[in-house]
């Protein structure tokens, strides 16, 4: 089955859309990537968007416009992931949607908000469409989060030692082999939010770790941000830019004078080095597998490779999967196993009572036509 897999992360920059061939061989599930395109967010939605995101307030006429304006973006990168990558023969979308709020209180996560709405999809594609993955775990008393999880344990079953999967997007997270998974905290979030607040809005990220390159870590900040209560909470456990946002930068820059925005970019990018490397550690991982936007960081990669030491770092390329595809392929995997009614989650990695089917599935322009249930769920994940 030709599925494409449709993410946008908390950075929010752009829509990436994987196709992949899947199929089920007895208990592997066989994945041959097709390929990858990535469409931007155009600059008025992005700041509507941006605008819209907690801490800030927004209103029901803005959420319904965001819910139709992302749809028709999601919708524009699977016709064109078709087109490129599946010459017009795909036959199912997962989209993840934005994500624009995760309601956590006191370490239980009480609901979720994706948006993009899946009718403009399935409307353009032709397609039948499976969304709204997250909700799902959360009724079933999971964080909703890492749901990647799953297609990390399926995917790394077998390494040798304990191989640690690590995506570093807007947040980070890890899935470690024997199920525990969860966000560590910022990954690029406050670093992204920091160049653009610090810029004056001219950037939005530090191209190739360039700021951090030329700053000086400011040890009394890094310890101010390290005291974050969040990091000392146990796993399962999920965050969002509902608490890492450009707020809580400011706050945690008071008192300190003046910092060039050099030298906050780098302490920053020390605080997201410390705290993955410290996650990792608790894990007792030999090998970590690393994807997302903050792979092309150089200067976080060296950071973060300082503080792993004998801990082998790598990037999820040089195992067969493309890094800054890897999520989108995750949905595809967890959009083809709804479809065969086999579930997405694990329960040891997201805190939920059990396994779950994961979604709802918008019917495409012949209807809603599913292939027949699966008679088992895959325990290896193999790349072709």
Not at 76 to 100: F, I, K, N, Y
Not at 223 to 239: D, F
Request: net charge negative.
């Amino acid at each position: 089955m030709r599925v494409i897999g449709l993410m946008s992360g908390t950075s929010y920059d752009a829509i990436d859309a994987a196709a992949a061939d899947l199929g089920l061989a007895g208990d592997r599930l066989v994945l041959k990537p097709l390929g990858l395109v990535s469409e931007a967010y155009d600059s008025g939605l992005r700041e509507e968007l941006a605008a819209a995101l907690p801490p800030a307030a927004t209103s029901l006429a803005g959420v319904c416009r965001l819910d139709t304006r992302i749809g028709q973006a999601f919708a524009a990168a699977a016709v064109r992931a078709d087109r490129e990558l599946c010459g017009g023969q795909a036959e199912l979308v997962a989209s993840h949607g934005q994500t624009v709020y995760h309601w956590v209180e006191a370490g239980r996560v009480y609901g979720t908000l994706q948006l993009g709405q899946p009718a403009w999809i399935a409307e353009a594609t032709g397609l039948p469409v499976v969304a709204d993955f997250r909700p799902r775990d959360i009724a079933a008393g999971g964080q909703g989060a890492p749901l990647v999880s799953l297609v990390d344990l399926l995917w790394l079953r077998g390494r040798a030692g304990t191989s640690v999967a690590l995506n570093l997007g807007g947040i980070a997270n890890l899935t470690a082999p024997d199920g525990t998974a969860f966000d560590t905290g910022p990954a690029c979030a406050l670093i992204d939010a920091a160049a653009h607040g610090l810029s004056g809005g001219r950037l939005d990220h530090d191209v190739d770790g360039a700021l951090a390159a030329r700053g000086t870590v400011h040890e009394p900040m890094l310890r101010r941000l390290l005291a974050e209560p969040y990091y000392a909470l146990p796993a399962p456990k999920t965050t969002g830019k509902e608490l890492f946002h450009l707020g809580y930068l400011r706050d945690a820059l008071a008192g300190f004078g003046t910092l060039t925005a050099e030298d906050v970019i780098a302490t920053l990018t020390r605080l997201t080095a410390l705290t993955v490397a410290d996650a990792v550690r608790a894990v007792r991982a030999t090998e970590v597998v690393a994807s997302g936007g903050g792979t092309r960081n150089p200067v976080l990669m060296e950071m973060l490779a300082r503080e792993l030491g004998a801990v082998a770092l790598r990037t999820s390329d040089e195992l067969g999967l493309p890094s800054a595809a890897k999520e989108a392929y995750a949905f595809a995997v967890l959009g083809f196993l709804t479809v065969h009614g086999l579930a997405g989650t694990d329960p040891v990695s997201t805190g939920a009572r059990h396994p779950s089917v994961l979604g709802s599935v918008t019917p495409g322009r012949d209807g809603l036509r599913l292939p027949p249930r699966a008679d088992r769920s895959p325990v290896r994940l193999v790349l072709e």
